[in-house]
């Protein structure tokens, strides 16, 4: 194929693509769809209040949403293969932060009248503490040890090895959401609990950044299979243009906050080099935060621009923690503060969990660029008390 005849499927891919999520876009529109209560309390990436509560009330047979032991046993079927004698289900009590006493507390633990254990750790975004499905592991050595993420991520530190066929890698990508399609299936003639299930899907095909249409992929999918070789290597050259064209994005967002940072008075540390890197994203500073070893940014904590974060940051490591900027910072009430090594202060941005495509289509529109000159706004007022105030001591 030449390459006019390339570029010719590629635009009619493109045009194909853009017709069918306008047209999808106006179904969600028309069905609701976009109303979410867990976006709109910001509360979908926290595990402990928000994941770990609701997984373990579907899970529970004395649940609120009146199925008994339904959801359990669809459950220990689709997500992990077990025979209806191998764990009663009528039986089982479900439990949350369960403490093991110096061995630590339990994500979601579910036992049965057998005493038979199945242990949830849930993660996702948090890492796992020091040898921590060990722990759990010797606290019951029978116990089925569920290592939950996002995408079926690998626990570190060897403890696949070390635990062993007890230990299983399950997703929300991929096993959550299906047994969660079955339990809405099961909760037809109860429509309060179905349409929350509903919800939580669309929550989680959010977080894991996949698209909510099953009809949009197959027409797309029918697209590029219709005349083989064309359609496909037309695919195959917008799939591999993806880096290049996030870095352009990238680029024109540099552009458009450049001028806002010079009417700030802030000097640019870093910026979005395209690359995906870990905490790749702006850092800041100014000469009087320079001077008490201090600068402040808006970064991606993970690889692929995933898990934005802010706060401020030591331009070189201080063994002590700058308990003042960690006040100042709780008193702008912007968000939930946390401190770390070389972060005293920062806290997750909710409002843009990650820089995912609908960010990218939003830095185009100019929605996200005014979300970010906001909150680039807000951490600059406190670094201006931080300074003014004189409680953030100069370095020596």
């Known amino acids: 194929m030449n390459a006019a005849d390339l570029q010719y499927h ?3 891919l493109l045009a194909l693509a853009k017709n069918i999520r306008h047209y999808e876009s106006a179904l969600v529109e028309a069905r609701g769809e976009r109303f979410n209560i867990f976006d709109i309390l910001h509360v979908g990436h926290y595990e402990v209040r928000t994941h770990s509560p609701i997984l373990a009330e579907f899970l529970n047979p004395l649940g609120s949403h009146g199925q008994g032991a339904v959801f359990l046993k669809s459950f220990l079927k689709e997500v992990l293969n077990i025979p209806d004698t191998d764990f009663d289900a009528e039986s089982a009590r479900v439990s949350t932060e369960v403490s093991i006493g110096s061995l630590g507390r339990m994500d979601i633990e579910i036992a049965d009248c057998k005493h038979r254990r199945i242990v949830i750790e849930n993660k996702i975004y948090a890492g796992l503490q020091e040898k921590q499905l060990e722990r759990y592991h010797e606290y019951d050595t029978k116990a089925m040890l569920l290592y939950l993420t996002l995408n079926k991520d690998s626990p570190p530190d060897g403890a696949e090895k070390s635990v062993g066929s007890n230990l299983r890698l399950v997703s929300y990508r991929s096993d959550i959401v299906r047994w969660l399609e079955c339990c809405r299936k099961e909760a037809t003639n109860t429509p309060g609990v179905r349409e929350t299930i509903t919800q939580y899907i669309h929550l989680i095909k959010d977080l894991t950044q996949q ?9 797309l999918v029918e697209a590029v299979l219709k005349d083989k070789e064309k359609s496909y290597m ?4 917008l799939r591999n243009a993806n880096l290049e064209i996030r870095k352009a994005i990238l680029a024109k967002l540099n552009a458009q906050i450049e001028p806002y940072i010079c009417e700030l008075g802030l000097n640019v540390l870093e910026r979005f080099s ?30 692929n621009y995933n898990n934005f974060f802010f706060g401020f940051k030591y331009i070189s490591l201080n ?6 900027i960690v006040q100042i910072f709780n008193n702008a009430k912007i968000a939930e503060c946390k401190s770390s ?3 005293p202060a920062w806290a997750r941005w909710n409002k843009h969990r990650n820089l995912d495509d609908e960010a990218m289509a939003g830095i185009l529109s100019g929605e996200f660029v005014q979300d970010l000159k906001a909150l680039i706004r807000e951490l600059a007022k406190v670094a201006i008390e931080a300074c003014k105030s004189g409680v953030v001591s100069k370095s020596t």
């Open 10 to 12: 590629a635009i009619h």
């Open 211 to 219: 698209n909510t249409s099953t009809r949009m992929n197959q027409e």
């Open 234 to 237: 037309a695919y195959v050259s």
């Open 274 to 303: 395209g690359q995906g890197g870990i905490e790749e994203g702006y850092i800041f500073t100014t000469p009087e935060l320079k001077a008490r070893n201090l600068c402040f940014g808006i970064v991606c904590e993970s690889s």
């Open 319 to 324: 063994s002590a923690l700058n308990t003042e």
């Open 341 to 343: 090594e070389w972060w």
